[in-house]
């Protein structure tokens, strides 16, 4: 049962790197516009899937707050700055998009507010990472560590710009399907210098991984060589898919692929990592609460889980349509 | 032991950033419902006033929503962040409850809120009023698992301790707990009485202004007739949440709200000073005998209050916050009550809309409801101290070992921020009512079946803005 609501909560950590990773990296992605026009295009392809992106997280805290708590109780505050900077970025960012959103074009403050706020909540997440995969000083079952841990020599420095990095990517390639036109063609060219720089970086991440980590990294028996082994093709795949993809219709592939790296990378870091929660000496069983709890949370999901895609699928597909101004048809507007 | 600085510290962090979050679900709730009622006129009389109160309203409410949404996550976090022991201790019972919480009203919330705000236009009208009906369901299915979660921290029932861990036992009495029963309908009223004055007021002020009266008017009548409704009701209901879970539950933090330290006062206290270090109140302004009324229903007046001293310092909540809160909770409830029948009375006599007097005190009543929820919030919170869990586990037993300096840190970043948007906020409300709202559409209806109520345009001046 661990197992089981473990990777329940593992693919809301996947939702949510894939969903608010992109609208996160569409923010990143205006600090570098001067256009307000295609700024405001960018912003209103935020405007009305933040909210319902950043559930994804709440879901993947409480889903680890109940059903492992005791590594929820040592991640976060061995974790703490990193994780505030990252909750109060989220917050002005998520009110910066309504009050951009509610001024004509793109307001000068509140739009480079939104674009700020994005790019530290998207730097947090990777100093987040980084920290969590270099391990937490746990002892009895506490937090003992330092308030510096998480840069972890530095290594959450490298994996912060990583996810900055990996974001902006995706935020490009999910424009190249929202955006038409010449806005289209600069993403598409943004989206592939992007892929290169992508994996300039992941490389490094990757190779400095057994050095800065106090964890066991481990990869005997085929149940761990082979899904990582996996995980390498899908990865390099999706890397070429956007690479030659980008720019040819239909526009959503790129965006695809990119959201196949993501789950190729967690994949990769699951498998090496198992069953370290918060590594070194926090493991998914030691962790979990008790079997009336698992239960209960299990059922939930499983009546509750497929309601919640339906709706938020249709959600996306009311708004599937390439970008236009809002209609509001039937206003004689003295606005 | 962590030192009592961390923890109290920890305590400011939690109790400011979750004042501040409550501010905008005691509007935003209510006012989902409004949406409703609303857009379902809309529908069912296609009179277009009420598109015309839909559309200003859902203006109003989507920046507070963001704010609630986004100030409430860092809530959840906040839970392991500062309270690491806490949150070990009480996940296995409480985290299930707030993941429901997450399951069946954020991501319906978040679901439908798009289609709410920007849907016109490319969904049917049906699509648009059961996408307002999704949102407001899932504010109050948000505030009943908020409640269940706080309540069993009030009265915990359903569970076992194994090994200084919480773990449930039967999943109903944990979340219908005895508290959560009468508080959760108290809850629910407050948000809605906290909505109809600050819709009733923004009325208030467009009459005051002379500026879209029949939007103004209709605006104001719902608000109020929202608030005499529910008021009665509320009264009755706050009470029986003193009664049946405060004074049946948890005797310091009735006594702390009475504000007694000695044994022995009958009269019931409007205002004290205490000193809480002496064990004393420094100043006492009390209405003799009625303490024993108002808490026992003894109309003798002869049982006197029981005071702080029956019990150990060590497990006494704060008085004064516990006290304030109450008594602002109570001023509050009462004053809204006179404004409410005032209104009644008004309206029977057909003077509602043009008695200046009156509406410049609906006008100042805007803030009203916030002000008692969140004072009753704070009641309800300080005089559980020093427990987190009543009676099992204590605050500092529930601390994360983190240093001073970070908490401080992370403190004054969010009170720079939170400050800076509350502002924000205000001024963004300011602007949008002193635009006022759009004017009327001049065909009513962009579906063809109710376009023949012909051309009805608004008789206010264009606000020049």
């Known amino acids: 049962m661990p197992f089981f609501w473990m990777s329940v909560v593992m693919l809301a950590l996947l939702a949510y790197v894939i969903l608010d990773g992109y609208d996160l990296g569409i923010g990143v992605l205006t600090l570098a516009g001067r256009d307000p026009d295609r700024n405001r295009a960018m912003l209103e392809v935020v405007g009305n899937v933040w909210d319902g992106n950043e559930s994804w997280l709440i879901l993947l805290a409480m889903g680890l707050w109940a059903g492992m708590p005791d590594a929820y109780a040592t991640a976060l505050p061995g974790l703490y700055l990193p994780l505030c900077a990252m909750l109060v970025a989220l917050v002005f960012r998520g009110f910066a998009v309504e009050m951009t959103l509610h001024r004509p074009g793109f307001d000068r403050f509140w739009g480079r507010l939104f674009g700020l706020g994005s790019l530290i909540a998207a730097f947090a997440q990777g100093l987040l990472f980084g920290g969590l995969l270099s391990g937490v000083t746990v002892v009895g079952g506490r937090f003992a560590g330092g308030t510096w841990d998480f840069l972890g020599h530095g290594y959450g420095v490298l994996t912060g710009c990583a996810v900055v990095l990996l974001y902006a990517w995706a935020g490009a390639a999910q424009l190249q399907a929202k955006l038409s036109g010449a806005e289209r063609q600069r993403m598409v060219s943004l989206t592939r210098g992007l892929t290169l720089a992508v994996v300039a970086v992941s490389l490094p991440c990757a190779g400095l991984l057994p050095v800065a980590t106090s964890a066991h990294l481990r990869l005997d028996g085929v149940g761990r060589w082979l899904p990582f082994a996996y995980a390498l093709v899908i990865a390099v795949g999706a890397f070429a898919i956007v690479y030659r993809r980008s720019g040819r219709a239909p526009h959503h592939v790129p965006f695809f692929a990119v959201a196949a790296a993501e789950t190729a990378g967690l994949l990769a870091v699951v498998v090496l990592y198992y069953p370290q929660l918060v590594p070194p000496s926090v493991t998914l069983y030691s962790a979990a609460a008790g079997p009336a709890t698992l239960k209960f949370l299990i059922v939930m999901i499983a009546i509750l889980g497929p309601v919640t895609v339906a709706y938020g699928i249709y959600s996306h597909w009311v708004f599937r349509a390439v970008h236009r101004s809002t209609p509001e048809p039937e206003l004689e507007g003295n606005h | ?465």
């Open chain 2, 1 to 465: 032991m962590a030192s009592t600085t961390l923890i109290d510290l920890s305590r400011w962090q939690f109790a400011t950033t979750a004042a501040f979050h409550m501010t905008f679900p005691a509007l935003s709730v209510g006012l989902a419902i409004f949406l409703v009622i609303c857009y379902a006129s809309y529908c069912a009389t296609g009179k277009p006033i009420y598109l015309q109160l839909f559309r200003f309203w859902r203006k109003i409410f989507a920046v507070g929503f963001a704010l609630g949404i986004v100030a409430g996550i860092v809530l959840t976090f906040e839970l392991g962040l500062n309270w690491g022991n806490y949150a070990q201790a009480v996940g296995p019972v409480l985290g299930p409850i707030i993941c429901l919480e997450a399951l069946t009203a954020f991501f319906l919330e978040a679901g439908f809120i798009g289609i709410l705000l920007y849907g016109e236009g490319r969904v049917s009208r049906t699509v648009t009023m059961v996408a307002t009906c999704m949102v407001a369901l899932g504010a109050l299915l948000s505030t009943a698992w908020i409640l269940s979660a706080n309540s069993w921290m009030q009265t915990p029932t359903g569970y076992q301790e194994v090994g200084g861990q919480f773990q449930p036992t039967d999943w109903v009495k944990v979340i219908f707990n005895p508290a959560f029963n009468w508080r959760f309908p108290h809850m629910v009223l407050a948000v809605l009485v906290s909505s109809a004055w600050f819709v009733a007021a923004i009325g208030a002020y467009y009459l005051l202004k002379h500026r879209f009266v029949p939007f103004a008017k209709k605006t104001m009548s719902i608000g109020l007739l929202a608030a005499a409704l529910l008021l009665p009701i509320q009264l009755y209901v706050g009470g029986s949440t003193a009664a049946d879970v405060t004074v049946a539950y948890q005797p310091e933090k009735i006594t702390a709200a009475e504000g007694n330290f000695a044994n022995g006062n009958t009269g019931w206290n409007v205002a004290v000073v205490p000193d809480q270090s002496q064990q004393r109140d420094l100043f006492q302004l009390a209405i003799p005998h009625a303490g024993s009324v108002f808490v026992f229903h003894n109309f003798s007046g002869t049982t006197p209050v029981p005071g702080l001293d029956s019990f150990p310092t060590a497990n006494q909540p704060p008085v004064w916050p516990t006290f304030w809160g109450f008594k602002i909770m109570i001023f509050g409830a009462w004053s809204m009550f006179a404004l409410a029948f005032i209104a009644v009375v008004m309206r029977i006599r057909r003077r509602l809309y043009t008695e200046r007097w009156f509406l410049r005190l609906v006008l100042w009543a805007m803030p009203a409801g916030v002000i008692t929820t969140i004072a009753g919030w704070v009641l309800s919170e300080t005089g559980r101290q020093p427990w987190l869990v009543y009676g099992k586990l204590l605050a500092s037993d529930s601390v994360s070992s983190l240093s001073s300096g970070e908490v401080i840190a992370s403190m004054v970043v969010f009170w720079v921020v939170y400050l800076a948007m509350f502002g924000a906020w205000i001024r963004q409300i300011a602007k949008e009512v002193r635009k006022g709202p759009d004017a009327l559409p001049p065909v009513a209806d962009p579906e063809p079946a109710v376009a023949g109520l012909g051309p009805v345009v608004s008789p206010a001046a264009p606000s020049g803005a």
